[in-house]
């Protein structure tokens, strides 16, 4: 059975971070691409960033740089997001996805999704951000 559970969100004020992991079972890791996506109340889904299990690539879309973190550690099939400084507007759901691939797409990478026959989502985490 797939399994991708999120683990580590919360309840934090502005300014603060988080580190978001996502212990991922029932798959081969490396056979897919690993990212974080986000949805907030009445927002469409959105990428934040992936990492490519089989040699560390990663991409983010234009709005998330600088602002997020997407690592592997492989031998444990999980895979983290270190958020940088949050604000009331990063409140939201944040999901983990397993996908055969991520594809930035938009003027300059301005969007991230995921393509592939199988896409499997994790049941998401709630990040609140006070301010």
């Known amino acids: 059975e797939v399994q991708l559970v999120e683990s580590g969100g919360g309840l934090v004020q502005a300014g603060g971070s988080l580190r978001l992991s996502c212990a991922t079972s029932?798959?081969?890791?490396?056979?897919?691409?690993i990212g974080w996506f986000r949805e907030a109340p009445g927002k469409e889904r959105e990428g934040i960033a992936c990492i490519r299990t089989t040699d560390g690539a990663k991409s983010y879309p234009l709005a998330m740089r600088g602002r997020f973190t997407i690592s592997s550690d492989n031998a444990k099939n999980t895979v983290y997001l270190q958020t940088g400084s949050l604000k009331a507007d990063d409140t939201a759901i944040y999901y983990c996805?397993?996908?055969?691939?991520?594809?930035?797409?938009?003027?300059?990478?301005?969007?991230?999704?995921?393509?592939?026959?199988?896409?499997?989502w994790g049941q998401g985490i709630q990040v609140t951000v006070s301010s």
């Open positions: 029932g798959f081969t890791f490396t056979d897919y691409e």
């Open positions: 996805v397993a996908a055969s691939s991520c594809v930035l797409y938009g003027p300059g990478g301005r969007g991230l999704g995921v393509q592939g026959g199988s896409v499997y």
